[in-house]
């Protein structure tokens, strides 16, 4: 049994976690978003393939829901009082990784050997793949222009309006090695309830992986990142009326067009209708055993 | 009165708060040994000019000798997890220095600058000037062959015998910008208690300012680093035996022939010969107050 999820980090990664936990070592991998990658006092910091990364290996700060647990913050206290900027809160021990990762990205190493040798290190089985090692950027565009992912995610506490999501880099953009091989192995293809435009989009706009899941020949079921019409967290509810002018399963599905056979989404938002299979299922992730329970439902609806 | 100091850290740091509580605020710049700098992890560490900053605004760890006060080391920890090196010790706070340094440096702001941004920062009137913002590096020669100096000093822990101290980029380094114009404003010039040869060596490698020193209209003093013939901390005895065939003062003096006009020893090392004027004072600086006490000393020695 071969799994690829898509992913970004958050209830992404959570929700890659209960497959990790439903599944075989290593049945699953992930291929994670890099859109919102960014540099921060000089630190090439992944957030969502370090939100899988800590999430998948237990040391996610469970509370907070990125970072990790038992963390520090004395680096990014000292930058900032020596004239470093402080908006993107990196913690102590979250530094030491970027640290080893921008060096190896400095000295010629890809993104996704890099990523390879810390899940390695991590001890764990499951693979994380960058959806591609090549330079790929969500951009916002709101009525106050168009800004860098996390300026306006993280720095505006993602206030202003989204009437687009755009990608620099989408023309060279080829995905990461391993990413084609493993989807092209799978027994099935999941998207994890993440956002669809800024978690998953960035991933689908590497061409290679969008032609991938229209050529696909397993299903490929995704998980609505709303319950009851609404973001768990994030501003997805406000982005979908904004762009598409509803919160419901039919919106949802829109944004996975061509790419998806069934949507699970929650029992809050049935019944309804949509132009694909829509699997009803409790969708919250209180805790690790409510995300391996929805990791099984999905699994039933993608393998049978 | 305007003094100038050349200093490593540790002890010349040392030295250096004592001439700064000894002095008027304002009267004293430091010109820093940046032979050793170096870069870990990916960031640039210039570890005596960052013992001047620490120990001159009150931030180093005393006990240490080195680093910050209160300092924690998570970052180094999980970068060594993640297949960082972790020889060369640094902490949490100290990482954050580094941080806003290496930025600034790659986006092209000069060592001088970045320099005098953290003093301003860390409300010093002392300025600290790097001696140059080239290129310096010193690299040990040893039986077991020619290496870089922190692979010698600390990954090593200057085990290997010292045949002789080489500068790499002597040729083309100068002065860093106000080094020149200090030593030609100044009343008096000092030489701190620092190692001749791996500390104030790499300063005056830097050919302005040895021709500055050549060229003195003022008196210029230095305080010598041996106690008894010995070293307080470090490897100089062992050095100047192999190199010199002895640590009496006047083999201290050699190492800044026609560049001082008189050495401040340690009683300890009294009465004795050398080809300079020779100062008798208590030179173990104990605490801070002890530094100020030589600092009079040593004023007083060089401006009468």
Same mark, same amino acid.
């Given at each position: 049994?071969? *799994?690829?999820?898509?992913?970004?980090?958050?209830?992404?990664?959570? !929700?890659?976690?209960?497959?990790?936990?439903?599944? %075989?070592?290593?049945? /699953?991998?992930?291929?994670?978003?890099?859109?919102?990658?960014?540099?921060?006092?000089?630190?090439?910091?992944?957030?969502?393939?370090?939100?899988?990364?800590?999430?998948?290996?237990?040391? &996610?700060?469970?509370? #907070?829901?990125?970072?990790?647990?038992?963390?520090?913050?004395?680096?990014?206290?000292?930058?900032?009082?020596?004239?470093?900027? =402080?908006? !993107?809160?990196?913690?102590?021990?979250? &530094? $030491?990784?970027?640290?080893?990762?921008?060096?190896?990205?400095?000295?010629?190493? #890809?993104?996704?050997?890099?990523?390879?040798?810390?899940?390695?290190?991590?001890?764990?089985?499951?693979? &994380?793949?960058?959806?591609?090692?090549?330079?790929?950027?969500?951009?916002?565009?709101?009525?106050? $222009?168009?800004?860098?992912?996390?300026?306006?995610?993280? +720095?505006?506490?993602?206030?202003?309006?989204?009437?687009?999501?755009?990608? =620099?880099?989408?023309?060279?953009?080829?995905?990461?090695?391993?990413?084609?091989?493993?989807?092209?192995?799978?027994?099935?293809?999941?998207?994890?309830?993440?956002?669809?435009?800024?978690?998953?989009?960035?991933?689908?706009?590497?061409?290679?992986?969008?032609?991938?899941?229209?050529?696909?020949?397993?299903?490929?079921?995704?998980?609505?990142?709303?319950?009851?019409?609404?973001?768990?967290?994030?501003? /997805?509810?406000?982005?979908?009326?904004?762009?598409? $002018?509803?919160?419901?399963?039919?919106?949802? %599905?829109?944004?996975?067009?061509?790419? &998806? =056979?069934?949507?699970?989404?929650?029992?809050?938002?049935?019944?309804?209708?949509?132009? *694909?299979?829509?699997?009803?299922?409790?969708?919250?992730?209180?805790?690790?055993?409510?995300?391996?329970?929805?990791?099984?439902?999905?699994? +039933?609806?993608?393998?049978?």
């Amino acid at each position: 049994m071969k *799994v690829v999820l898509l992913s970004g980090g958050g209830g992404g990664a959570q !929700f890659a976690r209960g497959l990790q936990d439903a599944l %075989a070592p290593g049945e /699953l991998a992930v291929v994670g978003n890099v859109g919102d990658d960014l540099e921060v006092l000089g630190l090439h910091v992944s957030p969502d393939l370090d939100s899988l990364l800590y999430t998948l290996a237990g040391l &996610i700060d469970e509370e #907070r829901g990125w970072g990790r647990a038992g963390e520090t913050w004395n680096a990014l206290a000292s930058a900032a009082a020596w004239g470093g900027e =402080d908006w !993107f809160r990196l913690g102590d021990y979250d &530094i $030491g990784l970027h640290l080893v990762r921008t060096r190896a990205l400095r000295e010629g190493a #890809r993104l996704s050997e890099i990523t390879e040798g810390f899940v390695e290190r991590a001890g764990l089985e499951t693979r &994380i793949l960058p959806a591609t090692d090549d330079r790929l950027r969500t951009r916002i565009v709101t009525p106050a $222009g168009e800004l860098p992912f996390q300026e306006w995610f993280v +720095e505006r506490a993602h206030r202003d309006e989204v009437d687009a999501v755009v990608f =620099d880099g989408t023309g060279d953009a080829r995905p990461a090695p391993g990413v084609l091989e493993a989807l092209d192995a799978a027994d099935a293809i999941l998207v994890a309830p993440s956002n669809p435009y800024v978690s998953i989009g960035p991933i689908l706009a590497v061409r290679g992986i969008r032609r991938a899941l229209e050529r696909r020949r397993v299903r490929c079921v995704a998980v609505s990142p709303l319950v009851g019409g609404k973001a768990v967290t994030g501003p /997805l509810d406000r982005m979908l009326r904004r762009m598409v $002018g509803g919160t419901t399963p039919s919106h949802v %599905a829109r944004s996975y067009k061509g790419l &998806i =056979d069934a949507l699970v989404i929650d029992e809050a938002d049935a019944p309804a209708e949509a132009p *694909v299979e829509l699997v009803v299922a409790q969708t919250l992730m209180h805790d690790r055993a409510a995300a391996r329970r929805l990791a099984e439902v999905v699994l +039933e609806a993608a393998c049978g």
